[in-house]
């Protein structure tokens, strides 16, 4: 056996951590930049715990809420000018993935003297600001993981970095904070949970280790299907959520993802969709083409979301997210050459070639 572990990240979870590990926060200086986006920090009530705990501590704190879906280099650069001007030495990120993502790509920006773009072209030098992650979505796990995926216009596409300066110090997971997340907001996230536990398992990275989290976060998974079809998302399903994520993101910073996320950062580059609709589109192809290689994973997977087969499996996810772009032949073409320079492609259970990047595409968006 040979495997690495580091996965540094403190974590609180439950109803109410943030007030009860109020004395967390302390141990960071006194001026801190609060990183979220424009409206899930308000909505989710996370900033008003967050900034009644800075002000019970005397902590002074800025606000930088410009942080769009899918956070652009520009965006990240405008955040780390605010973080060097009032030369704070906290980073609290609240909200989706794309502000605890803005969150690391503004820590690493605001102690490395580099542009913006080279934080996906140059490793990371000089650790990084720390960083407190407050999640807001139950979907990405990037409050555990290493990992920032940016937009990147000089790249025509997402683009992600990662560094060990980039995990969050601490984490506080909290339902109550993704009760006031809009019904399909929930479901696209929980699918883009599903597919880090589903591409970590059947990863050629997978290790023992991160197979006890896929399969522990699949089991948690599992208890919402239900819940999901009737739209019926109750405490206990908002925790079970949650917890699926977090498994998720522990499992892909063992892993990585595979080709599911290479293919999906095109439809929501060029056709707007959301991270977990555009990964979900594919997870039935994605299924079918490493059936051969990792069989036996793959019932494992359906037998613990009780589905009789891939196809079963992929009416219930399509049915629950929405439709699939036009797409013409030509963009499949250029989709599949920039899925094919993420590094994500390499970790696939069968290996891959553009052609059959090319194939996926066209089942999943020509027929
Ligand atoms: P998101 O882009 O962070 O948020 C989606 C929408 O949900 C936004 O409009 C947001 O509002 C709203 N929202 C968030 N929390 C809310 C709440 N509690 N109540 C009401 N509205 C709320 O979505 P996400 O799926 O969590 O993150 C997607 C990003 O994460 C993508 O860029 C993806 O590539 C990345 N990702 C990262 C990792 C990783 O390991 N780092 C893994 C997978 C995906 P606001 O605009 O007001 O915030
Ligand atoms: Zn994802």
Redesign the pocket.
């Known amino acids: 056996m040979k495997f690495t572990l580091y996965m540094p990240t403190k974590v609180f979870y439950g109803k109410g951590c943030v007030k009860e590990q109020a004395k967390e926060f302390k141990s960071f200086g006194n001026k801190v930049l609060i990183v979220t986006?424009?409206?899930?920090g308000e909505?989710?009530g996370a900033l008003k715990d967050v900034k009644d705990v800075l002000t019970s501590l005397s902590i002074n704190y800025w606000i930088f809420d410009k942080?769009e879906?899918?956070?652009s280099l520009e965006t990240v650069f405008k955040g780390s000018l605010l973080a060097r001007e009032n030369s704070v030495t906290l980073i609290i990120a609240i909200?989706?993935?794309?502000?605890?993502?803005a969150a690391k790509a503004i820590a690493a920006l605001s102690t490395n003297n580099i542009e913006p773009v080279e934080l996906l072209t140059t490793s990371i030098k000089i650790p990084s600001l720390p960083i407190i992650a407050i999640p807001?979505?139950a979907?990405?796990?990037?409050e555990v993981?290493p990992?920032?995926?940016l937009t990147a216009k000089q790249f025509r596409t997402?683009k992600n970095f990662y560094s060990p300066y980039s995990f969050p110090t601490i984490t506080f997971l909290d339902y109550q904070?993704?009760c006031?997340?809009?019904n399909q907001?929930t479901i696209?996230?929980a699918f883009?949970a599903f597919s880090h536990l589903l591409e970590s398992y059947l990863s050629i990275k997978s290790t023992p280790q991160s197979n006890i989290y896929a399969i522990e976060g699949l089991k948690a998974f599992s208890k919402c299907l239900f819940a999901i079809s009737n739209k019926n998302f109750t405490n206990e399903i908002r925790d079970q959520l949650l917890y699926a994520s977090y498994m998720g993101?522990l499992a892909?910073t063992l892993t990585g993802t595979t080709i599911i996320h290479a293919m999906g950062y095109s439809l929501t580059y060029y056709k707007e969709l959301?991270?977990?609709h555009a990964n979900t589109l594919f997870i039935g192809e994605y299924l079918r083409f490493n059936k051969q290689t990792v069989e036996e994973k793959i019932n494992k997977v359906l037998t613990i979301l009780k589905f009789y087969s891939i196809t079963e499996l992929e009416t219930y996810l399509l049915k629950h997210v929405g439709e699939k772009p036009d797409t013409s032949q030509e963009e499949i073409n250029k989709f599949a050459t920039l899925a094919m320079t993420q590094g994500s492609v390499k970790n696939n259970p069968t290996s891959v070639k553009e052609s059959d990047i090319i194939k996926i595409y066209q089942k999943v968006l020509l027929r």
């Not at 979907?139 to 990037?142: I, L």
């Open positions: 986006g424009k409206s899930s909505k989710s942080v879906n899918n956070p909200g989706g993935g794309s502000p605890l993502d807001t979505t979907g990405t796990g990037s993981t990992y920032s995926i997402k904070y993704t006031s997340l809009p907001v696209d996230t883009d993101g892909i959301s991270h977990g």
